[in-house]
């Protein structure tokens, strides 16, 4: 990458010169500062002493080859699985070791690969009780909720049950169940996989006027001219170690990561 490279640490990283520790894009304050974290599964490092920083309101892209740790490493952050060492940070707060419950309260949100939804209630329903859950009452909740279903196209499907609804409209419905109350930071598996192209471009545009409005993000991602289009900065995994990170184009340049991944 087009950086003087001053170092690496023992995790194999590459160290940026003229960082800050805690300190995220622009100097920014880090919003979530991710340090040396390793999850195991048996003899396979599947996460092998990661380290990574999100800034307030930006928008990161995280790519690497399948199997490289990125889903592995969302579920750690959002407290889906416990890691086997390292630290998380949000706005300083140690918050490893938290389940999703929790992390959810403190406004860390996670859209999953494989979508998740309630089949045996309507779309306007499923909104509905994501905010409820999240402690909207009810009349806000209604409100919130219609808002996001006309956002997202979604308002003509809005009293089918969610097992009525398409593969995209049901990532749509997923989607926007994360923003029924604005999340701390939004952790977004695999969005566009397999999601009709006008759908896409909903949700691409989505989350361009929401990171516009000072919204933080880390979206995984193979579709890397989506990637390109909304992430200013990325980093590549490989084999469960960080390989790259800084602005994409650079990123996506690099030969290490050409030969890893492109």
Do not use: W
Request: hydrophobic content about 45%.
């Amino acid at each position: 990458l087009s950086r003087r490279v001053v170092g690496t640490g023992s995790s194999g990283r590459r160290a940026l010169a003229g960082g800050h520790p805690g300190r995220g894009q622009g100097g920014l304050m880090a919003l979530l500062q991710i340090q040396e974290v390793a999850k195991h599964f048996g003899g396979l490092r599947a996460v092998d002493r990661a380290s990574m920083e999100v800034a307030q309101g930006e928008l990161l892209g995280l790519i690497g080859p399948n199997g490289s740790g990125k889903t592995t490493l969302l579920n750690v952050l959002s407290g889906h699985m416990a890691a086997d060492g390292g630290q998380v940070l949000l706005e300083g707060r140690s918050v490893l070791g938290l389940n999703p419950t929790q992390l959810t309260r403190l406004g860390v949100l996670r859209m999953f690969q494989m979508t998740r939804v309630f089949n045996r209630i309507s779309a306007f329903d499923n909104l509905l009780v994501c905010g409820l859950a999240m402690g909207l009452d009810e009349l806000q909740a209604s409100r919130r909720a219609v808002e996001l279903l006309d956002e997202l196209r979604l308002t003509h499907v809005m009293h089918l049950d969610g097992g009525q609804l398409s593969g995209g409209q049901k990532k749509l419905l997923e989607f926007g169940a994360c923003f029924m109350v604005p999340p701390r930071i939004a952790l977004l598996d695999e969005p566009f996989a397999a999601v009709h192209p006008v759908m896409k471009e909903t949700m691409a545009a989505f989350i361009k006027r929401r990171n516009g409005s000072g919204q933080s993000f880390i979206l995984v991602s193979h579709d890397m001219p989506v990637v390109v289009e909304l992430c200013p900065r990325a980093v590549c995994m490989n084999a469960g170690k960080v390989l790259a990170d800084g602005p994409t184009q650079q990123v996506l340049n690099d030969t290490a990561v050409i030969e890893a991944y492109l």
